[in-house]
């Protein structure tokens, strides 16, 4: 198959290509084994690596100085829940044992996160030589913090979810360089993804993106049941994949393929089921707490919420936000639906996932600096352009230096009151995040801008870009 090179119709890649002798010509020579694919493999493990390298200083070692952590913007929340979620006894996270709930907290994840984070405690504990858990349940559980040898249990722990992690980003890049045909490289915006770096440690989101990634290329192999079951396990670790039916259910329509989409709704609820029932069936209270804790959450780090809310003192209650905030995001829904339905040309998934899934991000109550994950994979397929990936993953870093230091009161004025240079945050962000919505809603409302679509009129826009720079 042809590979469409990005020094060919990309302005800001052919741009640097000319000092290393200027874009691919057509004959160029391909490398037997470096594939586009191993090549995009090995940028997304370095950059990956480099990630962790980030996090070390006070998430691979014992760090009790909070200060120092924000100052260096190296955070996961990995460490800091490990025994106080029960891992630490490798605690089952939907467990109704009562000296278990006295002790520790509920997982307030979805349950896909929980197994995860459960199985992995389960290799810590193996690699660390199977601890004896009985001196553990003798201690209070704010005194295991203080055991010969936990501190280094704890970033074995660390390290053994990087490492998986690690295996979800190159399983991602994997997958997104199968999404569109003859255009592996569209996903080095993904694999050489700065913020993949810096927010791919924080948590656990990393399992629903490398789902989101590997339903998109099952749709493009025309795999319904497949995709379904992909979303449905996507929807059991994280929400947001469910927005991707939202893409399909405009996609099915316009190709009159209503069949499909039912199936797409049966496997997609199947294997969320499949996948809640362990939760569900062996704890039900500590199943509903991921439910009960997102509906009494309020305005939280990030979202245009909490800027207003600190901003005028309104005090939102958690009930209004959650009215007003699902009553909008069902108005930005319908607009990509109108968008989607009356494209002259059939949009692609990823166009449609990323807008829906944007426009969720902007209006939800919390905007975690790790979500920016949530659009990475959508993102560098939805508008293939280093440009605009800039732009917007140059906001995304932005917001990802001020939350940190805005954690740490160094962004409090010296009068006091509230930091309003992280409210400055907020709105870059969110701006960056709308130039991109809005350039990829341009592709679909007119398909010649798409460089997916449109591959001959990009190359002659690059053409000109670079003799114009030379």
């Known amino acids: 198959m042809t590979h469409r090179h990005p020094t060919q119709e990309d302005p800001v890649v052919a741009g640097l290509s000319e000092a290393v002798g200027g874009p691919v010509g057509d004959h160029a020579g391909r490398h037997p084994w470096w594939t586009p694919r191993r090549v995009l493999l090995l940028l997304a493990a370095v950059v990956f690596a480099l990630g962790v390298v980030q996090k070390a200083p006070c998430s691979l070692g014992a760090s009790e100085d909070t200060e120092a952590t924000y100052a260096q913007m190296c955070y996961t929340d990995l460490r800091p829940l490990y025994i106080p979620r029960g891992f630490a006894e490798n605690a089952w996270p939907y467990s109704g044992d009562d000296q278990t709930r006295s002790r520790y907290e509920v997982m307030e994840y979805p349950v896909g996160i929980s197994y995860w984070a459960w199985g992995t405690s389960w290799v810590t504990h193996w690699l660390v030589g199977s601890p004896d858990l009985d001196d553990r349940y003798a201690a209070a559980p704010s005194q295991l913090w203080g055991l010969d040898g936990m501190d280094a249990e704890i970033t074995v722990f660390v390290l053994v979810n990087a490492v998986g992690f690690a295996l979800l980003a190159l399983l991602t890049v994997w997958f997104l360089t199968g999404v569109s045909p003859g255009r592996p490289w569209d996903a080095a915006a993904f694999a050489l993804s700065p913020a993949l770096a810096l927010t791919g440690l924080i948590n656990w989101d990393l399992i629903a993106v490398a789902l989101v990634a590997a339903a998109l290329w099952a749709w493009t192999r025309e795999r319904t049941v497949l995709t379904g079951v992909l979303i449905g396990l996507g929807v059991a670790a994280k929400l947001y994949p469910l927005f991707l039916l939202g893409g399909l259910l405009v996609l099915c329509l316009r190709r009159r393929r209503i069949a499909d989409f039912t199936t797409l709704l049966v496997t997609s609820f199947a294997a969320w089921l499949a996948a809640n029932a362990p939760a569900y069936l062996t704890g039900r209270e500590q199943w509903r707490v991921f439910w009960d804790f ?9 979202s245009l919420w909490l800027l207003v809310d600190q901003a005028t003192d309104i005090g939102f209650a958690a009930g209004t936000i959650n009215t007003w905030s699902w009553a909008l995001f069902a108005l930005w829904c319908l607009g990509v639906f109108v968008l989607g339905m009356k494209a002259p040309e059939d949009p692609r998934l990823a166009q449609l996932g990323f807008l829906i899934v944007a426009g969720f991000l902007i209006i939800n109550k919390v905007y975690s600096p790790q979500y920016v994950l949530w659009l990475l994979p959508l993102a560098v397929l939805a508008r293939p352009q280093w440009r605009d990936q800039l732009v917007w993953q140059g906001g995304e870093l932005f917001y990802f230096a001020m939350v940190w230091w805005y954690l740490g009161g160094f962004l ?18 969110v701006a960056a995040e709308l130039y991109l919505v809005a350039l990829v809603a341009r592709d679909v409302w007119r398909p010649e801008h798409d460089v997916v679509r449109s591959p001959r009129r990009q190359s002659e826009m690059t053409t000109r870009s670079t003799s114009v720079a030379v």
């Open 294 to 302: 997102n509906a009494e959450r309020g305005a939280d780090l990030g």
């Open 412 to 429: 409090e004025p010296a009068g006091g009151g509230d930091a309003g240079f992280y409210w400055v945050a907020i709105l870059v962000r």
